[in-house]
């Protein structure tokens, strides 16, 4: 009924449970939704409570009494893996935080899961090309999970120019006993040594590293803007403003470039790739989207190099609404497939829209996620705020989409009551446990209490990542330098 | 009531048109002063730029589409044809002044030389509040009677006698920049269609003022020819600012107005008096 995943008996419980939020939700007209929120305190102080195993930390303690927001730690993408059992974060200082989820204990059934600093580590440092004089930032762009196979986890993570592979894995015990060396290390006198023992593996307090693996370099000319595991679990790919690039995450010193939209004149570009993403279950099919509106489908086996897609999604556009600001509201910032592989959703300035794979002449849904901006567009372009990047989600059923906004705004969608809900992400207005309130943005006569009116809007506090565990309804959304994660509530 | 020589730019226009199309032109003298401060605008963010770090190429070409789309606009409806002929010699086509995406990237043969603000946003630049953006984000593209009627008007408050004063001026004064070994701009005035490449490319390409001849350069080229260097044409944002302080979008319009001395975006004496060269234009044209 609400979805077309098939996932055996435990699909049915899922089901259960996302109907019961959704009628929960319908209760009120002011759709009341049973989150609660878990708000992850600053990240800093998260930082304090953990044995740090990182030695490079910034030091900002001295920060800590004032609400100021390092740019450093402005939060640029936010991952679950696979089970939901990992959160990642990568911020702006080349830093990647990750959060594990507590085990469900019968002792506190109240704590349900909550998550906690599980490593931090520093992924990239600033670079400085000196061909270019330019500064390559070590802001983390993407991360993206690789599928778990043993007892380690891996993720990949980049910047505008690298991809790494991290290994983190967990130490409890460590050998004790050698012979050779004594318990600091140090080497022993071979003269004072008479008896032989076997080193033996003794307990020790957990420690959790992180290694870097791989690292793909060096294939790049402009700015990687997302990169995608492939289902294959062998291959993924680097996207830049211009080109794609398929790499073996076993092979660091060749990649295959499969998509060139760099014109031989430079002169004559107008367009360039805003993302990309594998598809979840056909390793040979990948999109990109396109800062003109459009996304492409290709398939890798038609040819080596994918420059002529397979398929063309493409909305005409809509005369009565163009404007100078008509094609850099088109440009999409972010592409996703469902978790069925079956729909796409794309996120522009001002919509969120979902394709049907099957279908390329127009989206099947179109959502406004902050259509009251519209009006406004000459001075977001003044300010730039046109430019921003929202990143969108699909829940774990793929009935629900989720994307942010400004003023710590996020919004819902849910693809089969229609119903949409407004939310946001502040430590004002969330209280750990409690409730979140639906917002809403008046546009214009009189303001009702609680609203908030358009001008009113805080421009500066913009919710581009936010993320949603692949099947539980825990959402992670980052506000600029704080994470914050919500749980619905069930009784 | 006015004082001698001012230029009163719609006030001829006024006293002909009826009550009727006075409001009409109204309306379309505040869209295209409107479309005329988006130009400005555009112009201003695709010229400044982080200095250290690369620019948003994304960003980078929506602006230049925009500008495009503005510049294309105006050419259909005449007012970009004025603009231009009022600055270059007759024969050469307003369609190859086009913008293409030349302010992201220029040709090996071009040194990357700060570009010099185009007299159309030089003088758009005094206004320094963007005017509302309803009307700019509403207003479809497409040509109205209104628009192309106030172009033509806007055309004629133009005296024919001062359009080739201004020229007559400025080829004066290019032929004291010929004696310091610069001929660039003789190119630009004649022989257009050998020059199309460069042309096609230039933004408001009449006030491209190069410092070297090419020739050094294509020795350079041969020595570089198999380096990529499509990456370093990004340089074109980045290299005349980075010997100036980071400024704010209005701080270089400040910099720009006729009682300065040494503008702090250009990098070259020479460039700097050039400016007071434009300066001394745009004050004849503008009457101000």
């Known amino acids: 009924m609400l979805t077309q995943v098939d996932r055996g008996p435990r699909a049915e419980s899922l089901l259960q449970r996302q109907s019961q939020f959704n009628r929960c939700g319908a209760s009120t007209a002011a759709a009341r939704q049973h989150f609660s929120a878990l708000i992850l305190s600053d990240r800093e102080e998260n930082e304090l409570s953990v044995p740090e195993i990182d030695t490079r930390k910034i030091d900002n303690s001295f920060l800590r009494d004032h609400n100021y927001a390092t740019e450093a730690d402005i939060i640029s993408t936010v991952e679950f893996n696979s089970t939901g059992e990992l959160l990642a974060t990568g911020d702006k200082g080349g830093r990647v935080v990750v959060f594990q989820r507590e085990q469900e204990s019968k002792n506190q059934p109240h704590r349900r899961g909550e998550y906690n600093v599980y490593s931090t580590f520093q992924s990239h440092e600033p670079e400085f090309d000196y061909l270019k004089s330019l500064e390559i930032e070590e802001k983390i762009n993407k991360i993206r999970w690789l599928p778990q196979q043993n007892a380690a986890y891996f993720l990949l993570s980049t910047n505008d120019k690298t991809v790494k592979l991290w290994k983190i894995s967990e130490r409890d015990k460590r050998p004790e006993g050698y012979n050779l060396t004594d318990e600091e290390g140090r080497i022993r006198d071979p003269t004072t040594i008479t008896t032989l023992r076997v080193p033996v593996l003794r307990p020790m307090d957990l420690m959790v590293e992180a290694t870097p693996r791989r690292i793909f370099s060096n294939a790049h000319t402009y700015h990687i803007n997302s990169i995608s595991v492939n289902s294959d679990y062998e291959t993924y790919m680097s996207t830049d403003d211009l080109r794609i690039n398929l790499w073996n995450l076993e092979i660091t010193n060749q990649s295959f470039n499969i998509v060139d939209i760099k014109p031989a004149n430079l002169e004559e570009l107008t367009e360039v790739i805003t993302a990309a993403e594998f598809h979840p279950n056909q390793c040979n099919t990948f999109v990109y989207s396109s800062s003109k509106g459009s996304i492409r489908l290709c398939d890798m086996r038609t040819s080596a190099l994918c420059d002529n897609h397979s398929k063309l999604f493409e909305e005409p556009e809509d005369p009565s609404n163009r404007s100078f600001f008509s094609e850099i509201i088109s440009s999409i910032s972010d592409v996703k497939f469902s978790h069925s592989g079956r729909y796409l959703m794309t996120r522009d300035y001002l919509t969120v829209k979902v394709w049907d794979i099957n279908m390329e002449s127009k989206p099947l849904e179109t959502y406004q996620v902050h259509d009251y901006l519209r009006s406004k567009l000459c001075s977001l372009y003044e300010n730039d705020c046109i430019f921003d990047k929202f990143e969108c989600v699909w829940n774990g059923t793929d009935s629900v989409l989720m994307t942010g906004s400004y003023n710590n705004f996020f919004r819902m969608f849910d693809r089969n009551t229609k119903r949409d809900v407004t939310l946001e992400a502040s430590r004002e207005n969330s209280k750990p446990r409690a409730i979140l309130k639906p917002r809403k943005v008046c546009v214009g006569g009189k303001r009702r209490k609680d609203e908030i009116s358009v001008d009113s809007l805080d421009f500066s506090k913009k919710i581009l990542h936010t993320a949603w565990h692949p099947n539980e309804n825990i959402i992670a959304v980052a506000a600029t330098n704080n994470l914050y994660i919500f749980q619905d509530k069930v009784n | ?288």
């Open chain 2, 1 to 288: 009531m006015f004082s001698k020589g001012t230029k009163r730019k719609f006030s001829d226009g006024d006293e002909e048109i009826s009550d009727e199309s006075l409001v009409g032109a109204r309306v379309a003298s505040s869209y295209s002063l409107q479309r005329q401060s988006l130009l400005d605008m555009s112009l201003i963010k695709l010229q400044l730029c982080h200095m250290l770090v690369e620019p948003n190429l994304c960003r980078s070409v929506l602006i230049a589409n925009t500008v495009r789309q503005i510049q294309e606009e105006m050419t259909h409806d005449g007012s970009w044809h004025m603009v231009t002929e009022a600055f270059c010699g007759p024969g050469q086509s307003p369609s190859e002044r086009l913008v293409a995406t030349e302010v992201l990237c220029r040709s090996r043969e071009q040194d990357a030389e700060p570009k010099l603000f185009s007299v159309i946003s030089y003088e758009g630049c005094r206004e320094e509040e963007v005017v509302a953006d309803e009307t700019l984000c509403s207003v479809s593209v497409s040509d109205t009677v209104s628009n192309v009627c106030l172009a033509g008007r806007i055309g004629q408050c133009w005296e024919k006698s001062e359009l080739s004063g201004v020229e007559r001026d400025e080829e004066a004064l290019e032929d004291s920049r010929l004696g310091s070994g610069e001929d660039e701009e003789i190119d630009t005035e004649d022989g257009a269609s050998t020059e199309s490449p460069k042309t096609t490319g230039q933004v408001f390409g009449t006030f491209e003022i190069k410092n070297s001849s090419p020739a050094p350069d294509s020795a350079l080229e041969e020595l570089f020819s198999d380096v990529d260097t499509s990456y370093y044409d990004l340089d074109t944002m980045l290299t005349g600012m980075q010997s100036a302080p980071k400024m704010g979008p209005y701080d270089i319009l400040d910099s720009l107005a006729p009682s300065h001395s040494s503008p702090s975006i250009v990098s070259t004496p020479k460039c700097r008096s050039d400016l007071n060269e434009l300066d001394h234009i745009m004050e004849i044209i503008v009457g101000s």
